[in-house]
């Protein structure tokens, strides 16, 4: 089995090293392995793995660098040899691009430095996204109002670990989210884009010249999902 893996070094600049403070383990590497299927149990090739690492710099900001990265194989599967950095934002990012959802692993290896160097996330499950276009279009002329929201299931999951043990309080995956937004004379069309996961259910609440809220459900079940709404 072929595996792809890089390199990459860490591009701090000779007046900003002190503020970039990142530890990277002299000669010491890591593997990251795993297997990447979609929520029917069939692989996802060509996804993206980054393994990650944040340090804070001299505007009290954070810089966020890639110690290693690779992608995922015909079988899902992959395998990428990354630097170490002792740190307690390390992350292990798997992007699907906009096909699939996003999934991070976070940790603090200051604390945790996993067994033989290996990070085994096993398999890791993406969702399927669907693009959500939706346009907001008045078409009763001047001085109609239209207040309306959208609650949806976003796209991402992000689990912690404290060394093999999840915390469930500070993971974050597949969580609902809501979008709103007010249209008048100043602003009465409005078009926008949400990636959701296919399948789901979107709840669409709207109100014309503050009447009473009507509530839609909107099941999203084709990949380029377009919905017009006129008032």
Known sequence: MKLLFKFFLIPCFLMTV???????????RILVEGT???????PI?????????????FTGG????????????????FSVISLYDRDEDFAIEIDGGDAYSTYVYKTN???????????NLETVSLKKLAAF???????????????????????????YYEGITLNEFQSSCYEERVVSRFLNDSNPDFEWLLYVPLGEIVEFTYSINDEPEITEFITINEDNYDFTFTY
Do not use: W
């Open 45 to 57: 090739s060509e996804a993206k793995i980054s393994v990650l690492t944040k340090r804070g710099n």
């Open 18 to 28: 002190l503020s970039c403070e990142v530890q990277l383990e002299d000669n010491t």
């Open 62 to 77: 954070e810089n966020q660098y890639i110690l290693g990265e690779g992608y995922s194989n015909a079988d899902g599967h």
């Open 36 to 42: 990447i299927k979609d929520q029917d149990n069939m």
């Open 109 to 119: 290896t200051l604390e945790y430095t996993p067994l033989d160097l290996t990070f």
């Open 133 to 159: 276009n939706y346009n907001m279009v008045r078409t009763s002329g001047e001085s109609y109002t239209l207040r309306y929201s959208f609650k949806y299931i976003e796209g991402f999951c992000l689990e």
